[in-house]
């Protein structure tokens, strides 16, 4: 099946918060199992990956290697063989916040979309990764 916008969502759940280190699990039909992250860079790292290997949505620049081996082999926006499902990926909750991730478009080798916070609150638009951050930055410490 073919990604698109709705069956593309990241559900992001958050399970631990100690100090500036926020820790938790990624859900997504682009999955097969969660995706565990041990900090903030390491979601946007391990995102960024899952982006890029899936080629949705398409990035406007290309990663540039100069060793042809070192290219990321790319599925061409289609869901994985054995994907989460919708119920399990809408049933997951982190232990003390979850939101919904959707990258509408990846420009100037930054994304830009917008952060639905599933405890409360207006959604939230970012033109860059570096913004996403800082917006999860904030929510994560008002908790």
Request: negative net charge.
């Amino acid at each position: 099946m073919k990604l698109n916008h709705q069956n593309g969502l990241i559900r992001v759940c958050v399970d631990d918060i100690a100090g500036n280190r926020v820790s938790g699990r990624v859900y997504s039909q682009r999955l097969t199992s969660p995706m565990a992250f041990l900090d903030l860079g390491g979601l946007l790292l391990q995102l960024e990956e899952l982006l890029e290997t899936q080629n949705f949505p398409q990035a406007f620049q290309r990663i540039r290697t100069f060793s042809p081996d070192k290219l990321p082999e790319r599925s061409d926006g289609v869901l994985p063989e054995g994907a989460m499902s919708p119920e399990e990926v809408s049933a997951a909750s982190g232990k003390r916040a979850t939101f919904i991730l959707h990258v509408l478009t990846r420009q100037n080798a930054t994304w830009q979309g917008t952060v639905d916070w599933l405890c409360g609150g207006e959604p939230d638009a970012f033109s860059s990764d570096l913004e996403f951050l800082k917006l999860v930055e904030r929510r994560i410490a008002a908790l």
